[in-house]
Nanobody, 124 residues
Framework: QLQLVESGGGLVQPGGSLRLSCAAS????????IGWFRQAPGKEREGVSC????????NYADSVKGRFTISRDNAKNTVYLQMNSLKPEDTAVYYC?????????????????WGQGTQVTVSS
């Protein structure tokens, strides 16, 4: 059974950092892209950053470029999202998703498998 489990969310002050983890099980990721999406209250779910498992190529939303870094650990079947210089507008539920694609495009409809989400709150 395909499963994605996120962890690492929490409350952090503006300017702080968090690292989210997404552990995948039940399938081989070779032909998948893994993405991080987020949804703030009253807003649509948006793509944050995505990575191609096969070659490690990445993609970032303009709003997080230079602050967030996505990476993968092949041995652990895990994808990470390192978030630095966090801002209040980064507050959202963050979801990990997997989709059958070798391109790291954060196009929501490409992703058919989703985790349960983890809350990130940036506030003083």
């Amino acid at each position: 059974q395909l499963q994605l489990v996120e962890s690492g969310g929490g409350l952090v002050q503006p300017g702080g950092s968090l690292r989210l983890s997404c552990a995948a099980s039940g399938f081989t990721l070779d032909y998948y892209a893994i993405g991080w999406f987020r949804q703030a209250p009253g807003k649509e779910r948006e793509g944050v950053s995505c990575i191609s498992w096969s070659d490690g190529s990445t993609n970032y939303a303009d709003s997080v470029k230079g602050r967030f870094t996505i990476s993968r650990d092949n041995a652990k079947n895990t994808v990470y999202l390192q978030m630095n210089s966090l801002k209040p507008e980064d507050t959202a539920v963050y979801y990990c998703a997997a989709g059958r694609s070798v391109q790291p495009m954060c196009i929501r409809r490409w992703y058919g498998y989703w985790g349960q989400g983890t809350q990130v709150t940036v506030s003083s």
